[in-house]
């Protein structure tokens, strides 16, 4: 796999204890392990500090480190934890630890190697992300139920591409789609437009999109402070 890493470990970012932000599981008590590196540059990224560095680590390690949190589940981020090797027997692992498992992923990469094996949250990058290559849609055959699909909302016009993907019914059936709304970043730092979650509410609404809309709920308890430890 391109970009994957070749050693018997993992690359790590960082390992922290948080409530999860995001997803129909926002609001719950996570383990999140965020692996390093990714092959693309999204202009809305926030967490670019893992396109490099990390430190290697064992399976054993990372297990040790989630242990003393004592919660049900972990998240799997990056970076892009589908670029790593051994991203799949790390999943089995924790399950056979008995921890609910979920990825993120931007869904440029297979999700084959761990399919059906843990609840994935996928990304359809909107064009204001700069990655719209349309390589998810290799991968919705591979979603199962539980599994969901985010499209992070940058601009108007991502809004309306979105809604155009959802209603043409391309999307399976069977997975939840996420309408997560980019706030606007005062220029000249916004690389995007952004918009306004009440914008995006009322939207959702007038459209009648069978969507959940979401934000980052961590940001609105910690603001941009990095969480790992």
Not at 29 to 36: K, S
Not at 98 to 127: C, F, N, Q
Request: proline share 6%; hydrophobic share 40%.
């Amino acid at each position: 796999m391109p970009g994957a890493v070749a050693f018997d470990g993992l690359l790590v970012t960082e390992i922290f204890h948080s409530i999860q932000g995001e997803s129909s599981a926002a609001g719950l008590p996570f383990a999140f392990v965020r692996l390093t590196g990714c092959n693309l540059r999204c202009a809305y990224c926030d967490s670019q500090y893992a396109f490099r560095g990390g430190t290697r680590m064992s399976i054993d390690d990372v297990l040790a480190a989630i242990r003393p949190m004592q919660v049900k589940h972990v998240l799997v981020t990056g970076g892009e934890p589908l670029l790593q090797r051994q991203t799949p027997e790390f999943v089995e692992r924790l399950r056979a630890s008995g921890y609910a498992v979920s990825i993120e992923t931007h869904g440029e990469a297979s999700v084959a190697p761990v399919a059906g094996r843990a609840r994935l949250v996928m990304d359809v990058k909107t064009p204001a992300s700069g990655m719209n290559r349309g390589g998810w849609e290799k991968n919705l055959p591979l979603l199962r139920p539980g599994d969901e699909i985010k499209f992070v909302i940058s601009s108007r016009a991502d809004y309306a591409w979105a809604r155009d993907i959802l209603r043409s019914g391309r999307l399976p059936a069977h997975c939840e789609v996420l309408f997560s709304g980019a706030q606007p970043v005062a220029a000249p730092l916004a690389p995007y437009e952004g918009v306004e979650l009440r914008w995006l509410a009322e939207s959702i609404l007038e459209d009648r999109l069978p969507v959940r809309l979401q934000t980052q709920l961590h940001k609105l308890i910690w603001g941009a402070e990095r969480r790992g430890v």
